[in-house]
């Protein structure tokens, strides 16, 4: 018997209906998908403004993300420094992974039914119907003082589209106001500096999806807004776009070229700011807090961003921030679950007040993403130790990026979205009389992001998923 003929009886014969489907799409290349095209060597890559890079390629099947990085900032005439500031994706609604330089895109792309087995709590139609698309985007690891002594317009530009992408998608939650200056600096950036002929409410209005997230615009009209009375003129977020643009300050008489560079550091400065940007997107639950007596315990789905500053816990839906840490405000600890059905957990230590007495609180995660976020953090705290660069002279002037401090009344603070809010947090409290609690990290017998010494502080190793797995 064929070996492959005996995989396609072992399939058959498998009690397991999820292992089934997992061994069967390992049998069969699907030749559809959207990444490969086999029959003449061809791969698409994908940018997070929609545009797609079609590539010719020999040894599709043992190419490396390395190799094919080398194609790509040739096709997109980057230079070498790319090589640094992006990666490859794969990229799905329900996982997204990012590669390391050896590993071979086409190999874990046959894998991606185990990967959504192991780390997501897809159905088995959805592991069957899934397929990955490999995106080409920024470097989780690449620290942002680095971006802003970029001065490629080429680099810029991409790290300029994915920033506004996950602005408009909600991805990295701003508050309206900051959007609007976002906004503008997006208008003077594709429309060309302000015309007030060419530039007027009716121009804008086909337009606006493309400059403010639209989620943010629902969210601030709606019911109460028609309840407004008649004097009160409600603003549309045309006109608010509009003023923004027409109020943006235009740099000293430079070349255009020269000013789109300015612009897009503005853009990115302003980014930077967010503790989730560039981050490292995951998904997970939370316990929802108890507000009545007849209602039921529930759980608020999650979204966990973790990058080389901290970690945010974001509420999926309302596209919110519920807390944000710096690494130093944290401790953490990782749980599996004996139970395959049931979730693992990631729990997040940190300092907080209950009725006006000072606590630890224990937030609790569930999340098949678990292990990975805990891998994530620990490597992210050992990757900015050892990237530290040492103090300056005490005579030399080093300009940082401020986090907001803004002035603005209470009830805009209480609104913000970028805020800690957690009174929308079910949290475990407690108190260790006698005893400082300290912030140091966990020892972990394992994990998922190790150093390799030979590779230099800037590499690091992904998850190993099965010894049955083919190795990139």
Not at 91 to 110: G, W
Not at 160 to 181: F, T
Not at 185 to 214: M, S, V, Y
């Amino acid at each position: 018997m064929a070996s492959e003929d005996f995989r396609i009886l072992s399939y058959l014969t498998n009690p397991n209906p999820m292992l089934k489907i997992i061994s069967f799409l390992n049998v069969w290349l699907r030749k559809d998908c959207r990444c490969w095209k086999i029959e003449d060597s061809e791969v698409l890559i994908y940018l997070v403004n929609n545009s797609v890079i079609q590539l010719s390629v020999e040894s599709l099947s043992s190419l490396t993300a390395g190799e094919l990085g080398r194609t790509v900032r040739e096709a997109l005439r980057l230079p070498d420094q790319a090589h640094e500031v992006f990666s490859f994706w794969l990229i799905s609604p329900f996982l997204e992974l990012q590669l390391k330089p050896k590993h071979c895109p086409y190999k874990l792309c046959r894998q991606w039914p185990d990967l959504l087995y192991r780390f997501t709590k897809c159905s088995a139609d959805e592991i069957v119907h899934d397929e990955p698309t490999l995106q080409y985007r920024k470097n989780v690891f690449f620290p942002k003082n680095k971006e802003m002594q970029i001065q490629d317009d080429g680099i810029l530009r991409l790290l300029y589209e994915e920033a506004k992408c996950n602005i408009l998608e909600g991805r990295y939650p701003y508050d309206l106001e900051d959007c609007l200056q976002l906004g503008a600096l997006a208008c003077r950036i594709e429309l060309g500096p302000f015309d007030q002929e060419q530039h007027n409410l009716a121009f804008l209005r086909g337009k606006i999806d493309t400059l403010l997230p639209a989620h943010l615009c629902r969210k601030h009209g709606g019911l109460l807004a028609a309840f407004r009375s008649r004097g009160a003129k409600q603003h549309s977020y045309e006109e608010m776009l509009l003023e923004s643009f027409r109020q943006l300050v235009e740099a000293a008489a430079c070349e255009e070229t020269e000013a789109l560079k300015l612009l897009y550091h503005q853009y990115l400065q302003k980014c930077h700011i967010l503790l989730y940007y560039g981050s490292a997107m995951f998904t997970g639950q939370i316990d929802k807090p108890v507000q009545s007596f007849l209602q039921r315990n529930g759980r608020k789905p999650v979204t966990i961003a973790i990058s080389l500053d901290g970690v945010s816990v974001m509420d999926s839906k309302e596209k919110c921030v519920l807390l944000t840490l710096c690494y130093h405000e944290l401790s953490w600890e990782y749980t599996s679950s004996e139970d395959e059905d049931m979730d693992d957990i990631l729990w997040l230590e940190f300092d907080g007040e209950e009725g006006g007495a000072v606590v630890n609180k224990l937030l609790k995660i569930y999340s098949k993403q678990a292990e990975l976020m805990s891998g994530m953090i620990e490597y992210c705290i050992d990757f900015s130790g050892a990237s530290e660069t040492p103090p300056p002279a005490q005579d030399a002037v080093v300009a940082k990026a401020p986090r907001p401090k803004e002035k603005r009344g209470k009830l805009k603070r209480q609104n913000s979205v970028v805020c800690n809010q957690i009174h929308q947090l079910l949290t475990i409290d407690y108190v260790e009389e006698g005893k400082e609690i300290k912030r140091v990290k966990p020892k972990r017998a394992a994990s998922f992001f190790t150093r390799q010494v030979s590779q230099g502080p800037a590499s690091y190793s992904t998850v190993a998923v099965s010894e049955t797995l083919e190795q990139g």
